[in-house]
């Protein structure tokens, strides 16, 4: 399983709003400067975090973004759902998805869900606290 390269952005942006966290607002361009991502795709990020009540956007003069609620209270989960939807290793549980050729006689299909559990669970278990601190600077030996 790998993440794509949109909820891999969505978790650096997410990251860099967190370290802003108490010292006011930030901006998607100052998001983008501190990430290294072009501003469109911080700008388009920005708004499908904000929709998914992860980020929060207040207009006029001194407004800007911040986290819709403490970084402690986001999670990895929360931030790759926003982007990516359920997590789901398989797509055979969504009940609108009919791809699997043995989709009829699939002993597994049953047991899928709880796998899907374990994974969210893994993810849900890092909050967005973790993701943003910064790395300890390496002391030479």
């Known amino acids: 399983m790998r993440l794509s390269s949109m909820a891999d ?10 370290r802003h966290c108490g ?13 290294g991502l072009p501003v469109p795709t911080v700008q388009k990020l920005v ?9 929060r ?4 003069a001194g407004g800007g973004l911040q986290l819709a609620r ?17 997590i789901a290793l398989t797509s055979c549980l ?4 009919h791809e699997c050729a ?12 709880v796998v899907n559990e374990a994974l969210r669970g ?9 993701l943003s601190a910064l790395p300890a600077p390496e002391v030479a030996a």
Do not use: F, K, N
């Open 23 to 35: 010292a006011g607002r930030v901006s998607a361009a100052q998001l983008a400067e501190e990430t």
């Open 47 to 55: 708004s499908t975090l904000t929709a998914a009540g992860l980020l």
């Open 94 to 97: 969504e009940t609108a998805r």
């Open 102 to 113: 043995l989709e009829e006689c699939c002993t597994v299909r049953p047991h899928w869900g």
């Open 9 to 18: 952005y969505a978790v650096v942006t997410m990251s860099a709003a967190a």
């Open 122 to 130: 893994a993810l849900a278990g890092v909050p967005l606290t973790r």
């Open 70 to 86: 403490p970084a402690a209270a986001i999670t990895l989960a929360d931030i790759v759902e926003a982007v990516e939807g359920p």
């Open 57 to 60: 956007s207040i207009r006029g």
